[in-house]
């Protein structure tokens, strides 16, 4: 369950509620809500803030109890940082504090304030969109195969989010995305023995069966074979997990309208194959269906919006697994396009189902534009770092959109080019082109490779490997693109 968002319009100093959130700056200002919380308590936070206590720097969070002349319980003064740099990204970091800053109190409903703070270029809407998101981002566990570490503390329920009546469009897109987003989370978090092919394919089902229009579909190893798709069941070969091709569809816009169409890279364990990683780390290839689950979370999220758009939903879920029938370094591979391919690394195995997926889904659907996110390469990571998803793209117009879509969401992405100078380092003698690019531009050639099978159609590839999930040993997934996939839906039902 997501935190459920109200909207409000409270005076601060009287509102009964267990949290009132208000913010102050580095330099000592505070805002109007916390300004006002501070007169009605005799200036509370002002001599908090003489005293050094209440810094103003972002992440200092100091809890005021049962303040006299305040009706809240408790008053939570976040740091909102230098007031003159104060920005989308630091608003969106504050409001995350103030999220967690609440986590930890022994309280299941708060009021924020923080919505009121003005954002140079965002509006009200904005505001309160990105607080609801950040606090449901916060307030998410993961609990399906561990036990809560604090029972005593209560899980966040509701939030009342202080803002303008016409922000209310704000909040309904949040809940939305917040649903999107957890969907992805929940699936992409969830162990490799849990959340295989099949697992993937029940879960689009049940939420198939719970939303009126929306249909369900799937295509076993039987049918894929009858069909061609000899690239992604190459891959598929080595798992005692049989493959399974997802599709989900969603018609809310007009009929025999041309959809748009996601398609997300579904491992749902890499171990490399015969190329097999190393050992450190590997688990963390649980998360190589990330772009799958952000596809899915995305088209979540278009449904509860019940957004005039056709959209289709493709998810190819397979596990690459080493084997004695394992695909091999030397295979030569016939996709479902008919182009040959050279195995070189059986680690560089989602661009070979993404293939016969993005070569199906273009056939069936011949979608208006068509866009894959898959957890795609190490390389990308190395280029971006886990800020940016890689976007590669020959269309100009739609790389304009994805990266605006991003920029309003701050779930951003940064292009890459697909120049045709890099094609060449996919040549090889032996098929039609090569699964492995040699050392450089490793992300980019991927992106190349998955050109050569969206042809003339208006495609782009977002590489989420870096920014799917948080590493390390606690790292968990971050429904990332959803937002952006989200928002990019929404701005063409609004571009008409
Ligand atoms: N799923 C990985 C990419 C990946 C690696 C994502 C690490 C996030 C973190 C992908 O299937 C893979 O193994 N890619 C190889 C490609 C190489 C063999 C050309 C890689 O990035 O090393
Ligand atoms: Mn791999
Ligand atoms: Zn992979």
């Given at each position: 369950m997501t935190v459920q968002f109200s909207l409000g319009s409270n005076a601060p100093e009287s509102t009964t509620t267990p949290v009132a959130v208000v913010g102050v700056y580095e330099n000592g200002v505070l805002t109007s809500a916390a300004a006002r919380i501070d007169t009605a308590a005799g200036g509370a936070i002002k001599r908090l803030v003489e005293a050094g206590?209440?810094?103003?720097?972002?992440?200092n969070v100091v809890t005021l109890l049962h303040?006299?002349?305040?009706?809240?319980?408790r008053v939570l003064v976040v740091g909102l940082g230098a007031q003159k740099t104060f920005d989308a990204a630091r608003y969106q970091r504050v409001t995350l504090e103030a999220a967690r800053a609440v986590g930890r109190l022994p309280v299941t409903e708060a009021v924020n304030w923080l919505p009121e703070v003005e954002v140079p270029g965002r509006d009200a809407a904005w505001r309160l969109r990105v607080a609801a998101l950040a606090t449901d981002h916060a307030a998410y566990r993961y609990t399906a195969t561990v036990k809560p570490r604090d029972k005593s503390l209560p899980e966040l329920a509701t939030m009342t989010l202080v803002g303008p009546a016409d922000g209310e469009a704000g909040l309904a897109e949040a809940r939305a995305i917040a649903e999107g987003v957890r969907y992805a989370k929940e699936l992409g978090n969830l162990p490799p023995n849990i959340c295989n092919p099949d697992y993937i394919a029940d879960q689009a089902k049940a939420f198939a069966d719970a939303h009126e229009g929306v249909t369900f579909e799937s295509l076993d190893r039987a049918d894929m074979e009858r069909e061609g798709f000899g690239s992604l069941l190459a891959v598929a070969?080595?798992?005692?997990n049989a493959p399974r091709l997802v599709i989900l569809q969603w018609?809310?816009?007009?009929?025999g309208e041309r959809p748009y169409a996601f398609v997300g890279k579904?491992?749902?364990?890499?171990?490399?194959?015969?190329?097999l990683k190393p050992g450190?780390?590997?688990?963390?290839?649980?998360?190589?269906?990330c772009g799958a689950a952000g596809v899915l979370g995305a088209f979540v999220a278009a449904v509860k919006l019940k957004l005039a758009v056709n959209l289709v939903c493709v998810v190819p879920a397979v596990e690459n697994m080493p084997d004695g029938d394992s695909y091999r370094p030397g295979d030569v591979l016939t996709s479902l396009s008919g182009i040959t391919i050279e195995v070189?690394?059986?680690?560089?195995?989602g661009r070979l189902i993404l293939c016969d997926a993005l070569t199906y889904t273009g056939k069936r659907f011949d979608p208006h534009t068509m866009i894959d996110a898959a957890t795609l390469t190490g390389a990308c990571v190395v280029a971006l770092g886990k800020h940016a998803s890689g976007l590669m793209t020959k269309d100009e117009s739609l790389s304009a959109e994805l990266l605006a879509a991003g920029e309003a969401t701050l779930d951003r992405a940064w292009r890459l080019p697909l120049w045709d100078?890099?094609?060449?380092?996919?040549?090889?003698g032996f098929a039609d082109v090569a699964n492995l690019g040699g050392k450089y531009a490793g992300a980019i050639t991927a992106g190349c490779f998955l050109s050569r099978f969206t042809e003339g159609r208006r495609w782009a590839h977002l590489d989420i490997a870096g920014t799917a999930w948080d590493e390390g040993r606690k790292g968990m997934a971050t429904g990332r693109p959803v937002p952006l996939l989200t928002q990019w839906l929404l701005d063409r039902v609004a571009a008409g």
């Open positions: 206590d209440i810094t103003g720097k972002v992440g303040p006299a002349g305040v009706a809240a319980a070969r080595g798992s005692a018609n809310g816009g007009k009929d579904g491992i749902t364990f890499d171990t490399g194959g015969i190329s450190p780390g590997m688990e963390e290839m649980k998360f190589d269906m070189l690394n059986t680690d560089a195995e100078d890099y094609q060449s380092q996919l040549d090889s």
